[in-house]
């Protein structure tokens, strides 16, 4: 069994940082890609941040320069520092760990940015 466990979220000011964690537990094994994704109320669920294997990243245009995804293969933890936020960041943030026998969900955490 495998869990994703998400931490970090909260209530930040506008212009402030927060930095997620989600840590994978259980029998999983040769991870590939590690993603952030978020849904805000009354919307789709969006991409905002991958990192692969080899630790190439990618980033949703709108977080692009403020959002920093990273990855610690030792402990299967993905992190993402998000600094510079606003109002509309504001959103329960899901990570997903691509591995070669899965493709697992965190449960959510949410982010509010107040203005």
């Known amino acids: 069994q495998v869990q994703l466990v998400e931490s970090g979220g909260g209530l930040v000011q506008a212009g402030g940082s927060l930095r997620l964690s989600c840590a994978a537990s259980g029998s999983i094994f040769s991870i590939l890609n590690m993603y952030w994704y978020r849904q805000a109320s009354g919307k789709q669920r969006e991409a905002v941040a991958l990192i692969t294997s080899s630790g190439n990243t990618n980033y949703a245009d709108s977080v692009k320069g403020r959002f920093t995804i990273s990855r610690d293969n030792a402990k299967n933890t993905v992190y993402l520092q998000m600094n510079s936020l606003k109002p509309e960041d504001t959103a329960v943030y899901y990570c997903?760990?691509?591995?070669?026998?899965?493709?697992?969900w965190g449960q959510g955490t949410q982010v509010t940015v107040a203005s």
């Open positions: 997903r760990v691509l591995a070669a026998k899965g493709d697992y």
